[in-house]
Protein backbone atom coordinates (compact mmCIF):
# COMPACT_ATOMS: atom_id res chain seq x y z
CA UNK A 1 0.00 0.00 0.00
CA UNK A 2 1.37 3.51 -0.87
CA UNK A 3 1.10 5.81 2.22
CA UNK A 4 -0.49 9.00 -0.30
CA UNK A 5 -1.71 8.82 -3.95
CA UNK A 6 0.78 10.16 -6.79
CA UNK A 7 1.27 13.69 -6.45
CA UNK A 8 1.02 15.08 -9.69
CA UNK A 9 2.11 18.43 -8.91
CA UNK A 10 5.86 16.98 -8.33
CA UNK A 11 5.82 13.67 -10.23
CA UNK A 12 4.01 11.47 -12.60
CA UNK A 13 4.98 8.12 -11.75
CA UNK A 14 6.06 5.43 -8.95
CA UNK A 15 9.60 5.65 -10.92
CA UNK A 16 9.31 9.49 -11.33
CA UNK A 17 8.23 9.81 -7.48
CA UNK A 18 11.80 7.81 -6.41
CA UNK A 19 14.02 10.16 -8.57
CA UNK A 20 12.08 13.46 -7.75
CA UNK A 21 12.50 12.65 -3.87
CA UNK A 22 15.92 11.32 -3.72
CA UNK A 23 16.95 14.65 -6.21
CA UNK A 24 14.87 16.87 -3.41
CA UNK A 25 16.63 15.24 -0.32
CA UNK A 26 19.94 15.60 -2.17
CA UNK A 27 19.70 19.08 -3.17
CA UNK A 28 18.00 20.39 0.91
CA UNK A 29 20.75 17.90 2.65
CA UNK A 30 22.91 20.71 3.79
CA UNK A 31 20.29 22.79 5.29
CA UNK A 32 17.81 20.26 6.58
CA UNK A 33 19.25 20.19 10.52
CA UNK A 34 18.06 23.72 10.16
CA UNK A 35 14.78 23.01 8.86
CA UNK A 36 13.87 20.44 11.03
CA UNK A 37 15.41 22.75 14.31
CA UNK A 38 13.02 25.48 12.71
CA UNK A 39 10.17 23.06 12.51
CA UNK A 40 10.27 22.27 15.54
CA UNK A 41 11.50 25.06 17.32
CA UNK A 42 14.45 23.44 19.04
CA UNK A 43 12.57 21.07 20.51
CA UNK A 44 13.37 17.99 18.11
CA UNK A 45 16.72 16.47 19.24
CA UNK A 46 15.15 16.12 23.49
CA UNK A 47 11.72 14.52 22.04
CA UNK A 48 14.19 11.82 19.64
CA UNK A 49 16.12 10.60 22.78
CA UNK A 50 12.92 10.68 25.20
CA UNK A 51 11.18 8.40 22.74
CA UNK A 52 14.16 6.00 22.21
CA UNK A 53 14.49 5.80 25.90
CA UNK A 54 11.26 5.15 26.04
CA UNK A 55 10.99 2.21 23.40
CA UNK A 56 13.25 0.56 25.74
CA UNK A 57 16.51 1.58 24.15
CA UNK A 58 19.67 0.73 26.26
CA UNK A 59 23.44 -0.09 26.02
CA UNK A 60 24.57 -3.51 24.46
CA UNK A 61 21.72 -2.79 21.80
CA UNK A 62 21.98 -2.03 17.94
CA UNK A 63 19.84 -0.14 16.35
CA UNK A 64 19.23 0.66 12.67
CA UNK A 65 17.82 3.84 11.57
CA UNK A 66 16.13 3.59 8.41
CA UNK A 67 15.57 6.86 6.36
CA UNK A 68 18.31 8.01 8.91
CA UNK A 69 18.84 11.70 6.13
CA UNK A 70 21.43 13.74 8.74
CA UNK A 71 21.34 10.70 11.45
CA UNK A 72 19.40 13.29 13.75
CA UNK A 73 17.59 10.28 15.28
CA UNK A 74 20.92 8.23 14.86
CA UNK A 75 22.64 10.46 16.80
CA UNK A 76 20.22 10.36 19.49
CA UNK A 77 20.95 6.68 19.79
CA UNK A 78 24.39 6.70 19.60
CA UNK A 79 24.36 9.34 23.13
CA UNK A 80 22.17 6.44 24.76
CA UNK A 81 24.00 3.60 23.48
CA UNK A 82 27.69 4.80 23.64
CA UNK A 83 28.93 3.63 21.16
CA UNK A 84 28.94 4.19 17.19
CA UNK A 85 28.97 1.51 15.34
CA UNK A 86 26.15 0.44 17.13
CA UNK A 87 23.66 2.59 15.57
CA UNK A 88 23.58 1.77 11.44
CA UNK A 89 22.01 4.70 9.79
CA UNK A 90 20.26 3.70 6.01
CA UNK A 91 19.29 6.84 3.49
CA UNK A 92 18.34 6.09 -0.44
CA UNK A 93 19.92 9.92 -0.51
CA UNK A 94 23.92 10.05 -1.12
CA UNK A 95 23.83 13.89 0.32
CA UNK A 96 21.64 12.88 3.13
CA UNK A 97 24.61 10.41 3.87
CA UNK A 98 27.22 12.54 3.76
CA UNK A 99 26.00 15.31 5.86
CA UNK A 100 25.26 12.28 8.72
CA UNK A 101 28.87 11.56 8.02
CA UNK A 102 29.89 14.87 9.47
CA UNK A 103 27.94 14.13 12.66
CA UNK A 104 28.58 9.99 13.08
CA UNK A 105 31.19 7.56 13.02
CA UNK A 106 29.40 4.30 12.76
CA UNK A 107 27.89 2.52 9.94
CA UNK A 108 26.28 4.51 6.87
CA UNK A 109 24.54 2.38 4.48
CA UNK A 110 22.76 3.51 0.83
CA UNK A 111 19.58 1.87 0.42
CA UNK A 112 16.01 2.17 0.61
CA UNK A 113 13.17 0.52 3.58
CA UNK A 114 11.50 -1.65 1.05
CA UNK A 115 15.22 -3.80 0.06
CA UNK A 116 17.37 -3.49 3.71
CA UNK A 117 20.68 -4.84 2.71
CA UNK A 118 20.85 -6.68 6.25
CA UNK A 119 20.39 -10.23 7.84
CA UNK A 120 17.66 -11.37 9.61
CA UNK A 121 17.18 -10.92 12.97
CA UNK A 122 19.95 -8.79 13.69
CA UNK A 123 18.76 -5.40 15.47
CA UNK A 124 17.12 -5.03 18.66
CA UNK A 125 15.68 -1.56 17.77
CA UNK A 126 14.43 -0.38 14.12
CA UNK A 127 13.63 3.73 13.85
CA UNK A 128 11.93 5.34 11.18
CA UNK A 129 11.74 9.38 11.71
CA UNK A 130 9.29 11.43 9.64
CA UNK A 131 10.00 9.61 6.53
CA UNK A 132 7.10 6.48 6.18
CA UNK A 133 5.58 9.19 3.76
CA UNK A 134 8.39 8.66 1.44
CA UNK A 135 8.29 5.07 0.99
CA UNK A 136 7.08 3.03 -2.06
CA UNK A 137 4.94 0.48 -0.32
CA UNK A 138 4.04 1.01 3.88
CA UNK A 139 3.93 -3.66 3.84
CA UNK A 140 6.84 -4.30 2.52
CA UNK A 141 8.76 -1.56 4.32
CA UNK A 142 7.25 -2.96 7.20
CA UNK A 143 7.92 -6.64 6.53
CA UNK A 144 11.83 -5.59 6.17
CA UNK A 145 11.97 -3.80 9.53
CA UNK A 146 10.14 -7.00 10.91
CA UNK A 147 12.69 -9.46 9.40
CA UNK A 148 15.75 -7.43 10.76
CA UNK A 149 14.63 -7.00 13.71
CA UNK A 150 15.51 -9.78 16.42
CA UNK A 151 12.85 -11.49 17.98
CA UNK A 152 11.35 -9.85 20.72
CA UNK A 153 12.99 -6.13 18.97
CA UNK A 154 11.01 -3.26 19.04
CA UNK A 155 9.87 -1.13 15.50
CA UNK A 156 9.55 3.09 16.81
CA UNK A 157 8.33 5.19 13.77
CA UNK A 158 7.66 9.10 14.58
CA UNK A 159 5.58 10.55 12.05
CA UNK A 160 3.80 14.18 11.69
CA UNK A 161 0.01 12.95 11.03
CA UNK A 162 -2.63 16.07 9.74
CA UNK A 163 -4.53 17.60 12.30
CA UNK A 164 -8.02 16.96 13.11
CA UNK A 165 -9.56 20.08 13.00
CA UNK A 166 -9.35 22.14 10.28
CA UNK A 167 -8.45 25.31 11.92
CA UNK A 168 -5.52 23.26 13.24
CA UNK A 169 -5.00 22.20 9.90
CA UNK A 170 -4.99 25.41 8.46
CA UNK A 171 -2.61 26.80 10.65
CA UNK A 172 0.04 23.75 10.35
CA UNK A 173 -0.77 24.30 6.38
CA UNK A 174 0.35 27.92 6.47
CA UNK A 175 3.24 27.37 8.43
CA UNK A 176 5.03 24.94 6.24
CA UNK A 177 3.59 25.75 3.00
CA UNK A 178 4.23 29.79 3.05
CA UNK A 179 5.95 30.75 6.69
CA UNK A 180 8.51 28.52 6.79
CA UNK A 181 9.82 28.40 3.38
CA UNK A 182 9.74 32.30 4.03
CA UNK A 183 12.67 31.45 7.00
CA UNK A 184 14.24 29.28 5.26
CA UNK A 185 14.98 31.55 2.23
CA UNK A 186 15.81 34.04 4.00
CA UNK A 187 18.16 32.56 6.19
CA UNK A 188 19.97 29.81 3.65
CA UNK A 189 19.58 31.25 0.57
CA UNK A 190 18.47 28.02 -0.70
CA UNK A 191 15.18 27.60 -2.86
CA UNK A 192 15.65 23.41 -2.74
CA UNK A 193 15.18 23.98 1.17
CA UNK A 194 11.72 25.96 1.14
CA UNK A 195 10.40 23.35 -1.52
CA UNK A 196 11.43 21.10 0.84
CA UNK A 197 8.97 21.98 3.67
CA UNK A 198 6.54 22.36 0.92
CA UNK A 199 6.72 18.93 0.08
CA UNK A 200 6.65 17.72 3.38
CA UNK A 201 3.21 19.46 3.98
CA UNK A 202 1.64 18.06 0.50
CA UNK A 203 2.93 14.21 1.68
CA UNK A 204 1.24 14.76 5.21
CA UNK A 205 -2.28 16.58 4.06
CA UNK A 206 -2.39 13.67 1.68
CA UNK A 207 -1.16 10.37 3.89
CA UNK A 208 -3.12 8.04 4.52
CA UNK A 209 -5.14 7.70 7.80
CA UNK A 210 -3.05 6.83 11.42
CA UNK A 211 -5.93 3.31 11.74
CA UNK A 212 -4.40 2.40 8.29
CA UNK A 213 -0.85 2.34 9.17
CA UNK A 214 -1.77 0.48 12.71
CA UNK A 215 -3.70 -2.05 10.08
CA UNK A 216 -0.97 -2.48 7.84
CA UNK A 217 1.81 -2.80 10.62
CA UNK A 218 -0.15 -5.50 11.99
CA UNK A 219 -1.01 -7.30 9.13
CA UNK A 220 2.47 -7.02 8.17
CA UNK A 221 3.48 -9.44 11.45
CA UNK A 222 4.33 -6.61 14.14
CA UNK A 223 2.35 -7.19 17.42
CA UNK A 224 1.51 -4.94 19.99
CA UNK A 225 1.12 -1.96 17.72
CA UNK A 226 0.47 1.09 19.36
CA UNK A 227 0.03 4.97 18.34
CA UNK A 228 1.04 8.11 21.01
CA UNK A 229 -0.13 11.28 19.62
CA UNK A 230 1.47 14.31 21.07
CA UNK A 231 -0.10 17.90 20.23
CA UNK A 232 -2.69 16.42 18.00
CA UNK A 233 0.27 16.61 15.53
CA UNK A 234 3.56 14.03 16.20
CA UNK A 235 2.42 10.27 16.10
CA UNK A 236 4.37 7.44 17.60
CA UNK A 237 3.93 4.39 16.70
CA UNK A 238 5.57 1.36 18.40
CA UNK A 239 5.58 -2.47 17.68
CA UNK A 240 7.59 -5.46 18.79
CA UNK A 241 8.25 -8.55 16.61
CA UNK A 242 6.96 -11.70 18.28
CA UNK A 243 9.11 -13.74 20.43
CA UNK A 244 8.36 -16.70 18.79
Known amino acids: MRPHPVLTRYYESESERRRFVTALFDGGA ?33 LLDVATGTGLVARSAVQILGDPAAVVGLDPSAGMLREARKALGGPLVQGRA ?34 VLKPGGRLVVLEITRPRSAVSRGLVRLYLQAVLPVIMRVSTGSAEAGRLTRYYWDTIAECVPPDTIMAVMRSSGLAAVERRVLGGILSEYVARKPAG
Open 30 to 62: RHYDRVCDVMSLGSGRLYRRDVLVRVGLARGMR
Open 114 to 147: EDLPFDDGCFDVVSVGYALRHVADLGVAFRECLR
